[in-house]
């Protein structure tokens, strides 16, 4: 009776204890900008020398995060480029207006930067009033994945992240996730969003 | 014996708890503030984040015109340069592990972010240097587009891991520990000596 009654307990505690496994997740997502982009619009307008390829590389990287983080976002939420050029090429310009450029800023710098500009108008409330996303030409870029080229796409989706407001993470175990902090040549990784950036979309916006 | 199972269910409960409670202990949900759609009047903020070139410090050690254990003594203006904004740190040096320096003399040292005209520029993955605040720092000469150096007046490194931040941490031999913001590498004085030799010859 009694080993029976161990036997029983041990079950009951093993089939509790994989059901809280499977419920509990440890997500890796860090939240970049401050109440993030509820309820806009956010148009680019991309650098006119940028390649047709190219232009269809950052649609790609807009459209990843636009459907798959879909429930997680309010549904006016939707970031893209619609096909609008801007001649801009020095990275960063404060004028109200949000910008892909690019231009050579040295071979040891950045791949790709983001830079969000707020209104700061009370102690914690921001208005969102510009996003521009730089891509350091110094670098060598490629539309494909191809040997010793950065993959346009993989590091754009990355930016992407940074416009819905998550941050870099940079724990070693989380060096497969989209957000991650560093970028190798090659690599194509970052192109697919995954639970984890699913998962910070959803804290920051409260979407299902 | 029932009162033995309603006491396991019990604490199978709590322990559900308990581990539930833990789900998003590795995220970083920073305080978040309530948005508002329109405003016209307040304080410019601007944050950068970077996607840097996968690299090691071994990488960094290499290419680098100093390394240095420093510590800081004060901060300069802002000024923005070429795309970023910078603001100078000055540094007293302590312990040259390479380069042409000695021992109290001073650097000043870039660091992306600062403030010009009330409008703030602050860039996310980046220690927070303060006064007497020591560190080690793997430094370069500032380039331009082309690679080629702008200045050889001040330095500057690659923001998560040129300046490794003094720790409480300490080794079995009892010596500080400077950590990398990242990867959050760390290293004592002498391993970082042996470190910069083994790289630099």
Redesign the interface.
Same mark, same amino acid.
């Given at each position: 009776m009694k080993r029976s009654?161990i036997r029983s307990?041990v079950a009951?505690?093993c089939a509790?204890?994989s059901c809280?496994s499977l419920?509990?997740?440890?997500?890796?997502?860090?939240?970049?900008?401050?109440?993030?982009?509820? *309820?806009?619009y956010i148009h680019f307008y991309a650098w006119s020398g940028f390649s047709k390829d190219t232009l269809t590389q950052f649609d790609k990287a807009f459209d990843e995060w636009n459907y798959k983080a879909y429930s997680a976002k309010p549904k006016s939420l939707w970031i893209d480029r619609s096909g609008n050029l801007t001649d801009q090429t020095?990275?960063?310009v404060?004028n109200d207006k949000n910008e892909i450029t690019k231009?050579?800023? *040295?071979?040891?710098r950045?791949?790709? +930067?983001?830079?969000?500009?707020?209104?700061? &108008?009370?102690s914690?409330?921001?208005?969102?009033?510009e996003v521009d996303i730089?891509v350091n *030409?110094?670098?060598p870029w490629a539309n494909s994945v191809l040997k010793n080229y &950065?993959f346009v796409q993989n590091?754009f989706t990355?930016?992407v992240g940074?416009v819905y407001g998550l941050?870099?993470v940079? +724990?070693?175990k989380y060096s497969e996730s989209t957000m991650y902090?560093? +970028?190798?040549k090659n690599e194509d990784k970052k192109c697919t969003i995954e639970a984890d950036d699913i998962? *910070?979309i959803k +804290?920051?916006y409260g979407g299902n | 014996?029932k009162k033995f199972?309603v006491l396991?269910?019990a604490l199978?409960m709590a322990?559900?708890a308990v581990? /539930?409670s833990?789900?998003?202990?590795?995220?970083?949900?920073?305080?978040? /503030?309530?948005?508002? /759609?329109?405003?016209d009047?307040?304080?410019?903020?601007?944050?950068? /984040?970077?996607?840097?070139?996968?690299?090691t410090i071994d990488e960094l050690i290499e290419?680098s015109v100093l390394v240095v254990r420093a510590k800081h003594k004060a901060v300069l203006d802002s000024e923005k340069r070429?795309?970023?904004v910078y603001t100078d740190h000055v540094f007293e040096v302590e312990e040259v592990f390479f380069g042409d320096k000695s021992v109290g003399d001073e650097i000043t040292v870039q660091f992306i972010g600062g403030v010009i005209d009330d409008?703030?520029y602050i860039y996310?993955?980046q220690i927070d240097i303060s006064e007497s605040n020591e560190v080690i720092m793997i430094l370069?000469y500032p380039?331009?587009?082309?690679?080629e150096i702008v200045t050889t007046d001040r330095y500057t490194f690659?923001p998560?891991m040129g300046v490794l931040d003094l720790t409480d941490e300490k080794s079995d031999e009892g010596d500080v520990y400077y950590e990398a913001?990242?990867?959050?590498v760390k290293y004592t004085a002498d391993e970082m000596r042996d470190l910069v030799d083994s790289v630099k010859g």
């Open positions: 009654m307990l009951v505690v509790v204890l809280v419920t509990v997740s440890t997500y890796a997502y860090a939240i970049w900008m401050n109440g993030g982009n509820k *309820g806009t020095v990275a960063f404060n231009g050579n800023r *040295g071979a040891s950045y791949l790709m +930067a983001t830079k969000a500009t707020s209104i700061l &108008y009370e914690d409330k921001y208005k969102l009033v730089d *030409g110094s670098i &950065y590091a990355h930016e940074h941050d870099d940079d +724990a070693d902090y560093t +970028a190798s998962a *910070g +804290a920051i | 014996m199972l396991i269910l199978l322990l559900t581990l /539930s833990c789900a998003n202990q590795n995220t970083d949900t920073r305080e978040e /503030s309530n948005f508002e /759609s329109t405003v009047t307040g304080r410019y903020v601007s944050q950068y /984040s970077m996607l840097y070139p996968d690299c290419r070429d795309t970023l409008h703030e996310e993955d370069d380039t331009d587009g082309n690679d690659h998560p913001y990242a990867p959050s």
